[in-house]
């Protein structure tokens, strides 16, 4: 059998490889780096986290923890290295970011089916079965390949950024305090409390902050799942104390109250010796950042700003990740218009467990709208939609029960618990 070919070892593109060389399909997976980076990676690993640690939550009343217990009942490699490199974190699900991505390579390096070819992929190939997954940050040459392959599709892009990183050390623990919200979890975060007057202070440095330039980058352009602090600082003085800093559920042990605003920290590694700033995408020029976010403990790491480029996907793939003129070919990854580490991983498996059912000669899964990662291929091949924008699963992307639930909690619960027996009765293999 002759190997199919996958461009790219981000999240989609390691679990497609995994999940196609598990059923005994060779793969020839290509990969840029370390031979060329971008400038949102660090290291040569396959799988990197560029923009948080934090998949997100883990519990099943959320559509995302809902969508990894699909992965996991699917095999999943990035669920099971995720799962055996987490870092506590209350209801969420984070990870150390160099240990995870350390055992997927090494997975994937190791797999006797999987053969790794680095250097840059200029053009999709003529012959065969082609998975790209090149990711958010795909290349100038090979985006224009694709844009020129298929001339139906209209290329688009909006911009994403990354979190300041700081140390524990030189947080404050005087003033500052570990605590989940609402108590639920473990203490996992590191709180830091602001009054109203240090927080008109720090809005107003941070409204008036000089960004860095980045070529057609508009406010408008930003996606709302990954907004950069000050953008959403533009959008009025309260906005953020509505968003990343809100202070609901976190009162603070010396006063016996919420303060007017927090600050919250979390692991980026498993010594928790580095925590990354919740909520704190940035694009603001690095010196700017030095001056605005010494408000709040000391950056290591200041963010960075890339652009992400995505496909009008639903005229050019069907439910399967499959160009419609060119089924050879498939897509996964957030390039397809899913958005978020954890629904690149589930269109990355979905399209390679569909490719392996067609060349092993049986039907296709065809996972249906109750799942998650059905609803998410359904949505990003529905060519009705006309403005089509990445989307992070939700449960809005999946049918009604058909009955009423009391309390939203306990809706998704009942959601969550119809996907996983409908998963059930699929068969996987």
């Known amino acids: 059998m002759e190997p199919v070919i996958v461009i790219g070892a981000g999240l989609a593109g390691s679990e497609a490889a995994w999940q196609l060389a598990q059923r005994g399909i060779p793969v020839e997976l290509r990969e840029m780096k370390p031979q060329k980076m971008t400038p949102a990676h660090h290291s040569g690993d396959f799988g990197e986290l560029v923009c948080s640690n934090s998949l997100r939550s883990d519990q099943l009343e959320n559509a995302v923890g809902l969508l990894k217990e699909e992965l996991r009942r699917c095999g999943s490699l990035i669920m099971a290295c995720a799962d055996a490199h987490r870092v506590e974190a209350g209801g969420a699900l984070a990870v150390d970011r160099h240990a995870f991505s350390a055992a997927i390579t090494e997975k994937i390096r190791s797999h006797p089916n999987i053969t790794v070819v680095e250097g840059e992929v200029l053009d999709i190939p003529e012959e065969g079965n082609v998975i790209v997954a090149s990711g958010p940050l795909t290349s100038d040459p090979l985006a224009q390949a694709i844009a020129s392959r298929y001339p139906q599709n209209s290329y688009l892009h909006f911009f994403d950024a ?73 959008r009025g003085r309260d906005t953020l104390c509505y968003g990343p800093l809100k202070p609901v559920g976190l009162k603070d042990p010396k006063t016996g109250k919420e303060p007017f605003a927090v600050v919250q920290l979390r692991k980026d590694n498993a010594q928790g010796s580095i925590y990354n700033i919740v909520g704190f995408q940035t694009h603001l020029k690095w010196p700017e950042q030095k001056r605005v976010f010494s408000m709040i403990p000391a950056l290591v790491r200041y963010g960075v700003m890339h652009r992400n480029t995505f496909l009008d996907s639903p005229r050019l793939l069907d439910r399967y990740y499959r160009v419609r003129t060119e089924p050879r070919v498939r897509f996964a990854g957030q390039i397809t218009g899913v958005e978020g580490y954890v629904e690149s991983t589930a269109s990355g498996c979905l399209a390679a467990m569909e490719l392996a059912r067609e060349l092993l000669g049986k039907p296709p899964i065809d996972f249906p709208q109750e799942t998650a990662m059905g609803a998410l291929a359904l949505y990003i091949s529905e060519e009705s939609v006309v403005h089509f924008q990445p989307m992070n699963v939700n449960f809005g992307l999946i049918p009604p029960l058909g009955y009423r639930v009391k309390g939203k909690r306990n809706k998704n619960a009942e959601l969550s618990k119809r996907a996983l027996e409908a998963l059930e009765k699929l068969d996987l293999s």
């Open 162 to 234: 990354a979190a300041p990183l700081v140390t524990f050390e030189s947080v404050d623990m005087d003033s500052a305090w570990f605590a989940s919200r609402y108590d639920r979890g473990t203490p996992d975060y590191i709180n830091c409390p602001l009054t109203e007057e240090e927080y008109q202070a720090f809005w107003e440095a941070l409204t008036t902050a000089q960004e860095a330039e980045v070529h057609g980058f508009e406010d408008a352009g930003v996606f709302e799942g990954c907004m950069p602090v000050e953008v959403m600082a533009r």
